[in-house]
C-alpha cells in the first residue's frame, strides 16, 4: 500500500477506526514520549514496566463491569505508584524490591478476575497486547483529557523533575520535597502507560515510554533538545508503525514497538558522542554541567 492509498483509506467514512486510532497512537506516544525523558534521566524503567503491570487488574475490574477501561486503570494504576512512593521511603528496602513484589501481586490479581469473565482468553490478548483499532469514541476523549493533563503537570514540574532526577542530594539542599515529587512523576508515569495500554498493550506498553527518550539521549547532549526529540520520534514511529501495520495486516501495537526498537538501534549505531560509528569524538553527558547550561 502507497502513502497516498493510506491517506485515502484514513478519510474513507467507511473505515472510521482508522483516524481514531492513528489520533490515539499519537497522543499516547507523544505523551509517553515526554514523560519518558525522566523514566530514562532517572533511570526507572522498571517502575514504568511495574506501572504497566499494576493497571491490569484496573482494567480487568472495569472489563468485567462493562465500565469505562481508561478510569479503572487509572485508578489502579495510581493507586500502585502511590503505594510504591510510601513503602519506598523505607530505606531497609531498595525500590527495586517494593516494585517488584507490587507489580507481580497486581498482574496476577487482574488475571484472577479477568478469568472470571467470559471469552477469557480473547479478553486477556486484547490487554496483553492491545486492540488499537476497537477503542470506544469516549474513551478518546478521555485519553485526550488525561493527555493534556501530563503535558500541564510536566510543563509546570519540570525544572523540579530534572532537578531531582539528576541529584537527590542536592535537590533537598534546594528545599524541594523529594517525596512529593517522586509522588507525582510516578502518578504521571501511571497516567502515561494508561492511555498507551489500548495502543500497544500491558505488555509492550514500557518500550513506548523508554525507547524515545533512549533514542533522544543518544544523540543529543541537550536536556531541551532530548525532550523534544522524544515525543516527536515516538509521534513519528506511531504513524510509521500504524501504516505498516495496516498495509501489510501485522498486529498494530508490535509493529510500533519493532519500528521504536529500530530507531533505537540506528541511534546506538550513528549516534555522535555515544554511537559505535560515533564513539571517541567527545561530547559531555546530560549531568550537573549540561543542567546548568539548560538552567534548571
Known amino acids: 500500500m502507497t502513502p497516498v492509498e493510506f491517506i485515502h483509506d484514513l478519510l474513507n467514512p467507511d473505515l472510521a477506526f482508522l483516524p481514531k486510532a492513528l489520533l490515539v497512537a499519537l497522543m499516547s506516544s507523544v505523551v509517553c514520549g515526554?514523560?519518558?525523558?525522566?523514566?530514562?534521566?532517572?533511570?526507572?524503567?522498571?517502575?514504568?514496566?511495574?506501572?504497566?503491570?499494576?493497571?491490569?487488574?484496573?482494567?480487568?475490574?472495569?472489563?468485567?463491569?462493562?465500565?469505562?477501561?481508561?478510569?479503572?486503570?487509572?485508578?489502579?494504576?495510581?493507586?500502585?505508584?502511590?503505594?510504591?512512593?510510601?513503602?519506598?521511603?523505607?530505606?531497609?528496602?531498595?525500590?527495586?524490591?517494593?516494585?517488584?513484589?507490587?507489580?507481580?501481586?497486581?498482574?496476577?490479581?487482574?488475571?484472577?478476575?479477568?478469568?472470571?469473565?467470559?471469552?477469557?482468553?480473547?479478553?486477556?490478548?486484547?490487554?496483553?497486547?492491545?486492540?488499537?483499532?476497537?477503542?470506544?469514541?469516549?474513551?478518546?476523549?478521555?485519553?485526550?483529557?488525561?493527555?493534556?493533563?501530563v503535558l500541564l503537570m510536566v510543563a509546570a514540574l519540570h525544572k523540579e523533575f530534572v532537578t531531582v532526577s539528576l541529584d537527590r542530594e542536592s535537590a533537598r539542599a534546594l528545599g524541594l520535597k523529594v517525596f512529593w515529587l517522586d509522588m507525582a512523576l510516578y502518578v504521571l508515569v501511571a497516567l502515561a502507560v494508561v492511555i498507551s495500554v489500548q495502543t500497544i498493550g500491558n505488555i509492550l506498553v514500557l518500550a513506548l515510554l523508554v525507547a524515545p527518550a533512549a533514542s533522544a539521549r543518544l544523540v543529543t547532549d541537550r536536556l531541551a533538545v532530548m525532550m523534544v526529540a522524544s515525543p516527536l520520534i515516538g509521534g513519528l514511529c506511531a504513524v510509521f508503525g500504524l501504516y505498516i501495520s495496516w498495509s501489510w495486516d501485522l498486529p498494530t501495537g508490535a509493529t510500533i514497538v519493532l519500528i521504536l526498537a529500530a530507531v533505537f538501534i540506528l541511534a546506538w549505531i550513528i549516534s555522535p558522542s555515544r554511537g559505535l560509528l560515533g564513539r571517541g569524538l567527545g561530547s559531555a553527558p546530560i549531568g550537573k554541567e549540561a543542567a546548568q547550561t539548560e538552567r534548571v
Open 34 to 149: 515526554v514523560i519518558g525523558n525522566y523514566v530514562v534521566l532517572r533511570g526507572m524503567a522498571f517502575i514504568g514496566d511495574a506501572v504497566a503491570h499494576a493497571v491490569f487488574p484496573g482494567l480487568a475490574v472495569a472489563f468485567v463491569v462493562s465500565g469505562n477501561l481508561v478510569i479503572g486503570g487509572t485508578v489502579a494504576g495510581v493507586f500502585t505508584a502511590v503505594l510504591v512512593a510510601v513503602m519506598s521511603q523505607n530505606r531497609r528496602l531498595k525500590e527495586d524490591s517494593v516494585i517488584g513484589i507490587l507489580f507481580v501481586a497486581a498482574f496476577a490479581l487482574g488475571v484472577v478476575v479477568i478469568s472470571r469473565s467470559p471469552g477469557y482468553a480473547g479478553s486477556l490478548q486484547q490487554f496483553l497486547f492491545g486492540s488499537i483499532t476497537g477503542i470506544p469514541d469516549r474513551d478518546l476523549l478521555v485519553v485526550a483529557g488525561m493527555g493534556a493533563f
